[in-house]
């Protein structure tokens, strides 16, 4: 799948069904878990895309569809980019963490036209949990109240080094 300059996909490709019954001897039953579809190519896409795919037979088995049909939502979107703090959640009572660097560059996806400034109200955070489970205190960032029309937001550093300090 590709997309023209300034489109992307809006979410994962749906299937209906999304899955089939399979009828057969035993033997040739226990080691199926999955049916694949053909290969479809879908290029330069800026709209929404839908249409029917055969499934791939599976020798010795009958299957309850032999096609489906397949929907993929597609969308024009922006790209803003913002200097955003990475703050700390979640930190017990008498412990301090400090996340270094202490601010990101976020480059939000944004859907065409834009209802609303996706930089308001988001907040970006490493939660203590996640510091106490990483390895060498090395944490991504959380996104909080990220805005209705937000495809996905890349941060910058991807890993930011924490660091706890117990207060006396």
Do not use: W
């Not at 999955?34 to 330069?44: A, E, G, P, S, Y």
């Not at 979640?90 to 944004?110: E, H, R």
Request: contains cysteine; proline residues 6%.
């Amino acid at each position: 799948v590709s997309f023209k300059p300034q489109y992307m996909a809006m979410g994962q490709i749906r299937l209906q069904p999304d899955s089939v019954t399979i009828y057969g001897e035993p033997f040739h039953l226990e080691h199926i878990d999955r049916v694949f579809t053909r290969t479809i190519d879908l290029h330069n896409l800026k709209s929404s895309a839908h249409g029917v795919i055969r499934l791939e037979p599976v020798h010795g088995v009958r299957m309850s569809a032999t096609e489906v049909n397949y929907s993929l939502d597609v969308t024009r979107f922006v790209e803003i980019r913002s200097e955003v703090s990475v703050g700390v959640r979640n930190v017990p009572a008498g412990k301090k963490l400090s996340v270094y660097p202490s601010t990101a560059s976020v480059v939000f996806k944004c859907a065409f036209p834009l209802s609303q400034d996706p930089t308001e109200g988001v907040q970006f955070y490493i939660d203590y949990a996640d510091f106490k489970s990483s390895i060498g205190g090395k944490c991504i960032a959380h996104a909080s109240r990220v805005p209705e029309g937000v495809i996905e937001c890349t941060v910058t550093p991807e890993v930011f080094d924490c660091v706890e300090e117990g207060r006396q």
